[in-house]
């Protein structure tokens, strides 16, 4: 085994997909437009984690709280490629003034959570694919 197959220009960049989320939204023949995401890196991951965590200090305690919705809505926007979510026409047309608020908004549950799966599946968290990994490194 070589490490400078773990070097960063041979680490393979993970292509961005394009899934229907949902039927509602249609291109002028009538069939549903695809949705593209990306994965994002670890470091990106974190900062969305800690624009979601809040920490508050009273009498010499400090209490931590991790809004999860929060996060859930601001990673699928952060890995959201089209559509431009950060559009503000398009944000003013539901009512919101951001990205998270916009993906919360514009989504059925079911779709939300359609795309909430795809999003985790690009960033490597599909249980399946955990699993045979762990498989795999205890078989060799």
């Not at 209490?63 to 890995?79: E, G, H, V």
């Amino acid at each position: 085994m070589s490490l400078s197959a773990f070097f960063s220009d041979k680490a393979k960049k993970p292509e961005n997909q394009k899934i229907i989320v949902s039927d509602r939204f249609l291109d002028e023949k009538g069939k549903p437009i695809p949705w593209e995401i990306k994965a994002i890196s670890e470091e990106e991951d974190a900062k969305l984690k800690d624009d979601c965590t809040t920490v508050t200090r009273f009498k010499g305690r400090q209490t931590t709280r991790f809004n999860n919705q929060r996060y859930i809505n601001k990673l699928i926007a952060a890995c959201t490629v089209f559509p431009d979510l950060k559009n503000a026409e398009l944000q003013k047309s539901y009512g919101v003034t951001s990205d998270d608020e916009l993906v919360q908004k514009m989504l059925i549950s079911g779709e939300h959570a359609n795309l909430q799966q795809a999003v985790n599946e690009i960033n490597g968290f599909d249980a399946e694919n955990v699993e045979a990994a762990k498989d795999e490194v205890k078989n060799s």
